[in-house]
C-alpha cells in the first residue's frame, strides 16, 4: 500500500461488512479523499469507520476524531431544537412566525407559520437584496433583512429549499423562544449532556482537528456561475446570495460564525447519534430527548411538489416534512418511503429510519457536485439495508 492509499479504521459489525466494503469501495472507485460512517441500531453502534485524508495535499489523516464541516446535514439537529421546544408546548408550530419574532409580520408575513419554516415554505428561499459572506455572519443583520423581506411565492402552497436562510428562520424562532441561538441550544440540552461531538460553527480549540473541504476539480467558481446564471430568480437568492463552497467554508470567519443551515461540524458518529433521535422515537442512549409523539411528528409530510429551488436537479417531485426530506418513491433514504433525513452539499447525510431502528451519519471533506444523493452516501445506504 502507498503512502497515499487511504487506510480504514475503526470497528463494524460482521453482520455490516457490506457497508465496510463500500466505503471501502468509495475511496478506490469514488474519489473519496477523508470521511468517516456510522451507523445505529436500535441505539446501538454497529459502524463506525473512518480512512483517507483530512487535508488536499494527504499530510494529514483521518482520526477517530476528526470534525467536517457537514453543510446542510446540520439542519437535522437545528429542527431538533425547534421540536423540542414544541414537545415542551413552548412553540406551536401551527402558531404564525410573528407570534414570537414581531418583526418578521412585514411585508405580507403575518400569517406565516413556524411549520413554514420547518418544510421551506414560507418563501424566504433567500435574500432579495445582495447578501455578502460577511453580512451572511452576522446574526443580527441576516434575521433583521429576513424580517423585513417579502416572499418570493406564496407561504405554505410549495416548497423552495432555504439553503442558507432556513438555519436562520428556524435559528431566530427558537431564540426568541429560549432566549439561546440554536447552537448553544442544541449544546445544552442535547449534544452536551449526552456527549456528542457536534457544534454548529467550530470553536476554536478544534480548529487543529478540523477537516479541510476540497470542491471536486470541475466545481470551480467561474463553472458554477455559470450553472447558477441559468437557474430562477428564487432559486439564485436561495444558492448563490452568497456563493458558498470550500474555500469560503475552511476560512476562520465561517467557522467561527453561526451559520445554522450550514456550518455544523462534527464526526459521522455525531450525526448518527442526532439523526438516532429519530430513529430512536426520541430516545437516546437512555435519555428522553422526545415524545415518541414528537418524533413522529417530524416527519410529517406537507405535500409532494417539485421543489421551487431544487426542482431541476430532482426527478419528479419530492417531500419535506417538519424539517426533514422523506425518502419518498425516489428512495433518498433507503427502500422505507417514511425513512427520512438531510443530505449536506457535496455528500454528508444523516439517515433516520424509525421503523428499522437504524441511524446513520456519512461525513466527509472532498465534495461531489450533488446537493443531494450523491453516488458515496447511495451506495453505503444501500448496503447498510442490504444488511439488514
Excluded at 455578502?132 to 423581506?149: G, I, P, S, V
Excluded at 463552497?245 to 448518527?272: D, F, K, L, S, Y
Excluded at 422515537?281 to 435519555?287: E, K
Aim: glycine share 12%; aromatic share 8%.
Amino acid at each position: 500500500m502507498s503512502g497515499h492509499e487511504a487506510r480504514v479504521h475503526g470497528h463494524c459489525d460482521t453482520r455490516f461488512t457490506a457497508v465496510r466494503e463500500v466505503f471501502e469501495e468509495n475511496f478506490r472507485e469514488r474519489g473519496e479523499l477523508g470521511a468517516a460512517v456510522a451507523v445505529t441500531v436500535d441505539g446501538g453502534t454497529v459502524v463506525d469507520l473512518w480512512g483517507g485524508w483530512a487535508d488536499a495535499a494527504r499530510t494529514r489523516p483521518w482520526e477517530r476524531d476528526t470534525v467536517v464541516n457537514v453543510w446542510s446535514t446540520t439542519k437535522g439537529p437545528v429542527a431538533l431544537c425547534a421540536h423540542i421546544l414544541a414537545d415542551r408546548g413552548l412553540l406551536d408550530l401551527d402558531r404564525p412566525v410573528a407570534a414570537y419574532w414581531p418583526e418578521f409580520a412585514a411585508a405580507g408575513k403575518e400569517e406565516v407559520r413556524v411549520r413554514h419554516l420547518l418544510s421551506h415554505r414560507s418563501g424566504l428561499c433567500g435574500l432579495r437584496e445582495p447578501h455578502t459572506l460577511e453580512q451572511l455572519c452576522d446574526w443580527e443583520l441576516t434575521t433583521a433583512r429576513l424580517a423585513a423581506t417579502e416572499p418570493w411565492w406564496e407561504p405554505g402552497t410549495r416548497s423552495g429549499y432555504h439553503a442558507l436562510t432556513y438555519g436562520f428562520l428556524v435559528g431566530e424562532v427558537v431564540r426568541r423562544v429560549s432566549g439561546l441561538r440554536p447552537g448553544a441550544f442544541l449544546e445544552r440540552e442535547v449534544t452536551g449532556p449526552l456527549g456528542i461531538d457536534f457544534s454548529v460553527g467550530l470553536p476554536q480549540k478544534d480548529s487543529q482537528r478540523a477537516a479541510e473541504l476540497v470542491h471536486p476539480p470541475a466545481a470551480n467558481a467561474g463553472e458554477r456561475g455559470v450553472a447558477f446564471s441559468r437557474l430562477a430568480p428564487a432559486a439564485v437568492a436561495a444558492l448563490a446570495n452568497p456563493l458558498v463552497g470550500a474555500a469560503q467554508a475552511n476560512t476562520p470567519e465561517w467557522r467561527a460564525a453561526e451559520i445554522p443551515a450550514a456550518n455544523g461540524h462534527g464526526t459521522a458518529r455525531a450525526v448518527a447519534a442526532l439523526y438516532g433521535v429519530f430513529a430512536g422515537r426520541g430516545l437516546l442512549g437512555g435519555r428522553r430527548i422526545l415524545s415518541a409523539r414528537a418524533a413522529e411528528r417530524v416527519r410529517e409530510g406537507q405535500g409532494r411538489c417539485r421543489d421551487l429551488v431544487l426542482g431541476a436537479g430532482f426527478d419528479g417531485e419530492t417531500e419535506i416534512g417538519l424539517g426533514l426530506w422523506l425518502s419518498g418513491p425516489q428512495g433518498s433514504y433507503g427502500p422505507n418511503p417514511r425513512a427520512f433525513g438531510h443530505d449536506g452539499f457535496g455528500g454528508s447525510c444523516g439517515l433516520a429510519d424509525p421503523e428499522a431502528g437504524v441511524s446513520l451519519g456519512y461525513a466527509m471533506n472532498r465534495m461531489g457536485s450533488r446537493i443531494a444523493d450523491d453516488p458515496r452516501k447511495t451506495a453505503l445506504v444501500e448496503a447498510l439495508y442490504s444488511a439488514l
